[in-house]
């Protein structure tokens, strides 16, 4: 069970992932070993499975990024999700119902990158047909 002293913790990493025990001990007014401890606690439940790099806002606008929706043949949906795996410009893959089978996130460095990816990912086996669309701008992320 999280607790809503757990969720404020949780929001606080969210935002700075590499935040002192101690920042976090006096932000959210509890002590370092209290907050050491329920981190721990909430590695140890799999609340918690890691810590990763976020760009910065300046890189990211950078990037041309795209949702591509993949139809995938059935038989071939391990095979297809452990090439698009491979894929190190997807830095997000989610199977979804509906007419489509899979949603891919892609981040590249322009739009010429951006189209061989496309290309890469309609040539795969298993792929059927795909379709893209370019993210123009985020209103908000959590």
Known sequence: MITDEDERLLSILRSNARASISDLARVLNLSRSTVQNRMQRLEQNGV??????????????????????????????????????????????????????????????NTAQLSQLLDDIGNLEGVERTDSAVILETKFKR
């Open 48 to 109: 918690i499975q890691g810590y990763v790099l976020q760009y910065g806002s300046g890189y990211l606008s950078s990037l041309v990024s795209a949702h591509v929706s993949i139809k995938v043949k059935q038989k071939l949906t391990t095979k297809t999700n452990v090439e698009l795996k491979q894929i190190p410009q997807i830095s997000e893959l989610y199977a979804i119902s509906g007419e489509y089978d899979l949603i891919a996130v892609l981040q590249a460095q």
